[in-house]
């Protein structure tokens, strides 16, 4: 009988250890990449880089990546909408954009496919903004990373007809709180391009397929050799830019 109540124990511990050690972090990601802008110049490569890049999250273990190209402000936004629910049943949220960007006034807006800009003014109108992003991710259990495969020399704000108001609100700011486990990476430091490379890609997502889901490495170390991989490719010319705070136990969740 006790010989019996000493296997059943032995079992039942088997089966939570096995449970505990068989779970695993839910992760999503939604890829945006806009090309075909159909009233400002297009950006050649941000098609292919968002498919590049949602193929890496793919084979990198995650459990659900949407693809998304070529988005209106309307299918844009329903995108943004859609993902934050994916967000909220998740521990790890990615956000992945490639296309135009523009920052005014200390904020930023990614934009969609039909945004007109003539006005400075029409900005947080016919952008979305980063604010709307991280709020979207803000229900991730463990960790949200945005990226922004943009240019932030702000060529396209330059040709825009400045209004005597401010186009951008406070409320447009990004302003990342510490410690909450969010980090936003740009390609770029603020006021420079994001280069592109000869095979149809930017360097900044040639650098992030080559580094995302290499073995043994976090992802404080993967956003560092991405950093370093386009400095090297661009001869210095583009530094991509990371914000944001990531706990310790959390840095093994993309990899």
């Known amino acids: 009988m006790r010989r019996s109540i000493v296997i059943l124990l032995i079992t039942c511990l088997t089966i939570l250890l096995g449970t505990s050690g068989a779970y695993a972090e839910r992760k999503v990601a939604l890829v945006i990449g806009n090309s075909d802008y159909q009233r400002i110049a297009g950006v050649g490569t941000a098609s292919a880089d968002a498919s590049l890049l949602a193929e890496t ?13 070529n988005l209106t402000l309307s299918t844009m ?13 998740s521990d790890v949220a990615v956000f992945c954009y490639m296309g135009h960007g523009v920052e005014l006034g200390g904020a930023q807006f990614l934009l969609p496919v039909d945004a007109a800009l003539a006005r400075d003014f029409d900005l947080p109108n016919e952008g979305i903004s980063l604010n709307r992003v991280l709020g979207a991710l803000k229900g991730a259990g463990r960790l949200r990373l945005v990226i922004v495969g943009a240019s932030r020399d702000n060529t396209i704000a330059a040709s825009m007809t400045r209004s005597t108001g401010s186009a ?27 280069l592109n490379a000869a095979d149809g890609h930017s360097q900044f997502a040639i650098a992030l397929a080559k580094f995302i889901g290499k073995p043994g490495v976090d992802l404080r170390r993967v956003l560092g050799m991405v950093r370093d991989e386009v400095m090297q490719s661009t001869n210095h010319r583009q530094s991509p830019y990371v914000y944001g705070v990531i706990k310790a136990e959390n840095l093994e969740l993309i990899r």
């Open 168 to 194: 951008a609100s406070d409320r447009d700011q990004v302003n990342l709180p510490p410690n909450q486990d969010t980090v936003l990476a740009f390609a770029s430091t603020a006021g420079h391009p994001a």
């Open 77 to 89: 936004s329903d995108a943004l909408t859609e993902f934050a629910v994916k967000a909220n049943a």
């Open 57 to 69: 999250f793919r084979k990198s273990g995650f459990d659900e990546v949407t693809l998304r190209q």
